[in-house]
């Protein structure tokens, strides 16, 4: 017991060493931008950035592609010149973002149990009943009487409401013909960083003749929606209280 409270003592010291060090670099930093606005991003190749792998989805049989002797018409065109909608590496769309959630549930579960146990002797060790005299041993053995119940309750309300547009570009090109986008959006007012990242899969047939498509077409989508700046800075709870909350077990 003792050895597991020092292991636990040692583990608790490296942690808060560790997130120590790391928050005083972040404060370092933090520090060095006093009284400047938050810089933005450089504009840089999405496939290029650490951690970027290519999508990798099912994809059907290939099938030999047919043209009709003649024709200036292409399939899923919407233009009878050119499609202007975005169809290779490279190409812009527009993504219109709205998202309008609302959730409420609202659960409760009940449970009860009472149990009785009672076993009695009324003759032992000759004990007498016409007599009424009393047994060496009490006339009861066992007396046992249990009961438990509970009541849980639980409710969640959420509504979530998110309307905006971003371009993406395509970066990638998946075999059956779907397109894989990503967009990224910076916005900085006064001290404040806006931030909105949308990525997924589109098909080609779900882009419109504006050359736009709805957040809600978009396959495996990725839609991220913050910032940080000084306003978000004061919101977020200190190093301190983050880890504490962690690491206490009340």
């Known amino acids: 017991m003792y050895a597991s409270s020092i292991r636990r003592l040692a ?12 928050g005083g ?3 370092i930093d ?11 991003s450089a504009i840089e190749n999405p496939t290029a950035q650490p951690g970027y792998k290519p999508v990798q989805m099912p994809m059907p049989k290939p099938e030999a592609v047919s043209y009709n002797a003649n024709s200036l018409w292409r399939n899923g065109s919407r233009s009878f010149f050119k499609d202007q909608r975005a169809h290779q590496i ?10 309008t959630d609302q959730a409420n549930f609202a659960n409760e579960t009940q449970r009860s ?4 146990d009672d076993s009695g002797i009324t003759a032992f060790l000759g004990s007498n009943l016409l007599t009424g005299k ?3 041993l009490p006339g009861r053995l066992l007396t046992a009487d249990a009961s438990s119940s509970y009541d849980g309750k639980g409710s969640i309300q959420r509504q ?3 309307t905006t547009n971003i371009a993406a570009v395509v970066t990638q090109l998946l075999p059956n013909g779907n397109m894989v986008v990503e967009g990224k959006q910076e916005i900085r007012v006064n001290f404040e960083m806006r931030e909105l990242i949308v990525a997924g899969i589109v098909r080609p047939e779900d882009i419109q003749s504006d050359n736009t498509i709805d957040s809600s077409k978009i396959a495996q989508a990725r839609i991220a929606y913050g910032g940080h700046g000084q306003i978000t800075d004061i919101q977020q709870p200190r190093y301190g209280s983050q880890v504490m909350d962690i690491l206490l077990p009340f």
């Open 11 to 22: 583990l608790t010291s490296t942690m808060l060493t560790v997130v120590s060090l790391a």
């Open 25 to 27: 670099c972040s404060s």
């Open 30 to 40: 933090r520090l060095s931008q006093i009284g400047e606005q938050p810089k933005l």
């Open 90 to 99: 490279g190409d812009l769309l527009t993504v219109t973002v709205n998202i």
């Open 113 to 116: 149990r009472s149990d009785t």
């Open 134 to 136: 009393t047994t060496a």
């Open 160 to 162: 979530e409401s998110l």
